[in-house]
C-alpha cells in the first residue's frame, strides 16, 4: 500500500506538468509524429516513476520505432498498474497509452486486462486535460477491435463518434470515424466503411491531423 500511495501523491503533485506532457504527445499522435514528445515523455517519467509516466513514455518510444520500453511494460503490466490507474489523477493517460501499445503490438492479454480497468472506472470521456481526452468509447472500442468483438467494437465507436460530435471535438470526430471505418470494412459493409473514412481523411487533412489521415487513407485503400 505505501507503493500505491508514493506512486498517487508523486504523479497527483505534478498533474499539471502531466497533462501538458500528455497534451503534447496527443498532438503528436494526431498528426502522426510523436518525436517531438519524445524528451518530454522521457524528462517526465525520470522526475515522477510511476506506471502512468512510464506507460505515456513507453508509448512514445513504441512510436518512434523502439520497442523495448514497450516490451517491458506490457511484460510488467498487473495489480499494481490496476491499482494506480484506478486511483490516480492522470489515469486516463496511462490507460490511453497502454490501449494504443497493447493493440499496436497486438497483446490481447494486456488488451483484456486494460478493458477491464475502464470497466471498474466507468467514465465515458476523461476531461483533466487540455486538449479534452478521447472518449473512453474510443479506446474500448479500439480494444474491441484488437479483440476481434466486431459488433463490439461497432457499437463502442459509434458512441465515441456521438460523444465527439456533441463536444464537439473535430479531431476525434475525425478520429473515431477512421477507426470506424476499419471495423465497417473487416463487416463487409464496405460502402458505409468508404463513406466514414472519407469524411476522416478530408476533415484530417484540412485540420492537418496527418496521423489520422493515414489511417484513414489506408481505409480507404483496402476497400475493394
Not at 501499445?101 to 475502464?118: C, N, P, Q, T, Y
Not at 474510443?138 to 465527439?164: F, K, P
Amino acid at each position: 500500500m505505501r507503493i500505491y500511495l508514493k506512486d498517487w501523491h508523486s504523479e497527483f503533485r505534478d498533474t499539471a506538468t502531466g497533462n501538458r506532457v500528455f497534451a503534447l504527445v496527443l498532438l503528436g499522435w494526431l498528426r502522426g509524429d510523436l518525436s517531438p514528445a519524445r524528451l518530454a515523455a522521457a524528462d517526465l517519467h525520470a522526475g515522477l516513476g510511476g506506471p502512468n509516466t512510464e506507460a505515456v513514455y513507453m508509448w512514445v518510444e513504441l512510436a518512434c520505432g523502439k520497442r523495448e520500453p514497450a516490451l517491458k511494460f506490457l511484460a510488467s503490466f498487473g495489480e499494481r498498474h490496476r491499482r494506480v490507474f484506478l486511483t490516480s489523477a492522470i489515469c486516463g493517460q496511462g490507460l490511453a497509452a497502454s490501449t494504443l501499445a497493447s493493440v499496436a503490438l497486438g497483446d490481447r492479454e494486456i488488451m483484456r486486462k486494460v478493458d477491464g480497468i475502464f470497466e471498474e472506472l466507468g467514465f465515458e470521456i476523461f476531461t483533466g486535460s487540455p486538449p479534452p481526452a478521447l472518449a473512453v468509447a474510443y479506446y474500448r472500442g479500439i480494444l474491441a477491435h484488437g479483440l476481434g468483438d466486431l459488433e463490439r467494437a461497432a457499437a463502442l465507436l459509434e458512441h465515441s463518434l456521438a460523444v465527439h460530435r456533441r463536444l464537439p471535438a473535430i479531431p476525434y470526430i475525425a478520429a473515431s470515424q477512421a477507426a470506424l471505418a476499419e471495423v465497417f470494412a473487416e463487416q463487409r459493409q464496405h460502402a458505409e466503411a468508404g463513406r466514414l473514412a472519407a469524411a476522416a481523411l478530408e476533415t484530417a487533412e484540412r485540420i492537418a491531423a496527418w496521423g489520422v489521415a493515414r489511417q484513414a487513407r489506408l481505409a480507404l485503400e483496402r476497400l475493394p
